[in-house]
């Protein structure tokens, strides 16, 4: 059964920190992993990954997946508190439907 | 920026009632899915639509749900009668890409409320 496994599902940070949330998935014919941050409301797209080795970046995020290991992983440096979301890394397949994990919670304090 | 509109952003219904979900995707795009998350619960994919037909759907989807693209614009999400377990936040999505890639634009979801 296609899976995806984050951790940790919930940390707690002061504003400065940097962070490294987890990734790992098994996906039948695995096409893409995307990064989603979701804040009230609806995810917000962050990151789409491919390929192997090669880091996305914007801003203070970034992203990289290895392919051979199954998993990624999303860094944010110089937290701040309006970084506070759910952190979401659905995967797709050859059908275009995402497999969802349960998130990272992420609360950034003052 | 475009962006993905639904309406209602919350809706609550009494259970056995139909309800139907609206959704604009972004102009250009060609494919269209409608994604559910229950609270606390992880997100879950309940259909994608393509070429004017259903590509591919969850168990979750059965009778009771059916999708429409009536107009050219407008995406909807029909429930013929609803049950308290349908509670949860409703997203759709749309995304413009080919077969390379995947990445889906959500709107802000609809909250439906079964009682």
């Known amino acids: 059964e296609d899976k995806v496994v984050q951790s940790p599902l919930s940390l707690v940070v002061h504003e400065g920190d940097t962070v490294t949330l987890n990734c790992s998935y098994e996906?039948?014919?695995?096409?893409?992993l995307l990064w989603y941050k979701q804040e009230k409301k609806a995810p917000t797209f962050l990151f789409m990954l491919?390929?192997s080795g090669i880091e996305k970046k914007s801003g203070r995020l970034s992203s990289i997946l290895d392919k051979k290991e199954l998993f990624s992983i999303l860094n944010i440096t110089a937290t701040q508190t309006g970084d506070s979301a759910v952190y979401l890394c659905?995967?797709?397949?050859?059908?275009?439907?995402?497999?969802w994990g349960l998130g990272t919670s992420l609360a950034v304090n003052p | 920026e475009p962006e993905v509109t639904q309406t209602p952003s919350h809706q609550v219904t009494q259970m056995g009632q139909e309800v139907i979900l609206r959704c604009v995707p972004i102009?250009?795009?060609?494919?269209f899915y409608w994604y559910r998350q229950i609270l606390g619960q992880k997100v879950e994919f309940l259909v994608s639509?393509?070429?004017?037909?259903?590509?591919?759907k969850s168990e979750i989807f059965d009778d009771q749900f059916s999708v429409e693209r009536p107009d050219g614009s407008n995406f909807t999400l029909k429930i013929r009668s609803t049950k308290l377990e349908d509670s949860a936040m409703y997203f759709c999505?749309?995304?413009?890409?080919?077969?390379?890639?995947?990445?889906?634009?959500f709107g802000q979801g609809t909250r439906l409320t079964v009682v």
């Open positions: 999505a749309s995304g413009d890409r080919g077969r390379g890639n995947t990445e889906a634009f």
């Open positions: 659905p995967n797709a397949g050859n059908n275009r439907k995402l497999i």
């Open positions: 996906v039948t014919n695995f096409r893409s």
């Open positions: 102009s250009n795009h060609l494919y």
């Open positions: 639509f393509y070429n004017n037909e259903i590509s591919e």
């Open positions: 491919t390929s």
